[in-house]
């Protein structure tokens, strides 16, 4: 808490400044609090305005329009794997829906998750937002080309390709670097990320996000034990979407 005469200044720095000995004391006007946080201001907001209800009669319109109105499935992003699109409702993921991907290690989450990312990008014309804790952009990059072009990334790994093979991967990784993905590998704190999701989905069609993976995610609060971070992570990512 710091005291100041200036009621507009708000500040939780551990200072009070005092004034010269020689000087007249003034009593300050004004002890600044720390101002309140967005939640707490909004429930002042609630409790003093009131707040805009939504109607049933409104509710019934949108789950009409989801079940029955084809254009609702425009807005749904298909995982490229038939099958499972099949069993999905509106052939894949849709808005407002959180998906968990799990699996052991090495069984292919993210390249599971970059083929959502690519048929949003490359088939439906719309942002990729990808936020990757683990790869840097150049290794999603070869992942997204070497799908692209069907050739097994082992080849070049061991060098045993020949010169049309390289050829071809080689237009691959431009064809892919052409579509609208947006790939962040230097995001690792939450407060960063749903910054930076709001911002490009408020300025871009951003159909799908995605984080790779979950467990690396760093919150403001490192005390508070992983459990209740990764519920914290969860948590704030269902907002999000």
């Known amino acids: 808490m710091a005291i100041d005469t200036n009621h507009q200044v708000f500040s939780s720095e551990p200072i009070i400044v005092l004034p010269d000995p020689d000087e007249d004391f003034t009593l300050p006007m004004f002890i600044a609090m720390d101002p309140p946080t967005h939640t707490e201001q909004r429930i002042r907001n609630i409790t003093e305005r009131g707040y805009a209800e939504s109607s049933l009669s409104d509710a019934a319109q949108d789950l009409l329009k989801e079940m029955f109105d084809p254009s609702a499935g425009e807005n749904y992003v298909p995982t490229g794997l038939t099958d499972y699109d099949k069993s999905l409702k509106r052939g894949g993921f849709g808005p407002r829906q959180l998906v968990t991907i799990g ?3 090495g069984k292919g989450k993210t390249t599971f998750a970059l083929n959502c990312a690519a048929h949003c990008a ?6 990729a937002l990808i936020f990757s804790l683990e790869m840097d952009t150049s290794e ?3 992942k997204l080309a070497s799908s ?3 050739m097994p990334l082992r080849h070049f790994e061991d060098n045993v390709q020949n010169a049309k093979q390289a050829k071809r991967f080689s237009e691959a990784v431009h064809e892919v670097s052409k579509w609208p993905l947006i790939i962040k590998d230097d ?3 939450l407060n960063l990320i749903l910054a930076i999701s709001r911002n490009e989905a408020r300025r871009k069609d951003v159909g799908v996000i995605i984080v790779d993976y979950c467990q690396l995610i760093k919150v403001s609060e490192q005390r508070k034990p992983r459990e209740q971070q990764i519920a914290e992570i969860s ?4 907002l999000l979407a």
């Open 148 to 150: 692209h072009s069907g």
């Open 103 to 105: 699996a052991r290690p």
């Open 235 to 238: 948590r704030e990512l269902k």
């Open 122 to 127: 490359k088939n439906l014309k719309r942002h």
């Open 187 to 189: 995001a690792y704190n």
């Open 140 to 142: 999603l990059l070869a």
